[in-house]
């Protein structure tokens, strides 16, 4: 399984799901301590934390996970546009 790095502590990518590169039904879910950030092209970011879940916040868990979130959708562009070509 995938890790990424937060606060000195690794972190599980449950999953990274890019279906035949289509940047248009890409999601990501990283674990986090108890909770799932999810990124979906279509839905955008969502954490089942209760911070999230009841003031509908970007919470911390969210904020941490955003620059794996952002390398990930710039390789799928990248990969999607060499495609085109």
Not at 13 to 27: A, G, H, R, T
């Amino acid at each position: 399984m995938e890790t990424i790095t937060i606060n000195n502590k690794e972190r599980a990518i449950k999953s990274v799901n890019i279906p035949d590169n289509e940047i248009k039904n890409i999601e990501i879910i990283v674990e986090i301590k108890n909770y799932e950030v999810t990124y979906n092209t279509n839905e955008g970011f969502k954490c089942n934390c209760p911070d999230h879940t009841y003031r509908h916040t970007q919470c911390k868990h969210i904020l941490k996970v955003i620059p794996y979130i952002n390398k990930q959708l710039k390789k799928a562009y990248i990969t999607a546009l060499q495609q085109k070509e």
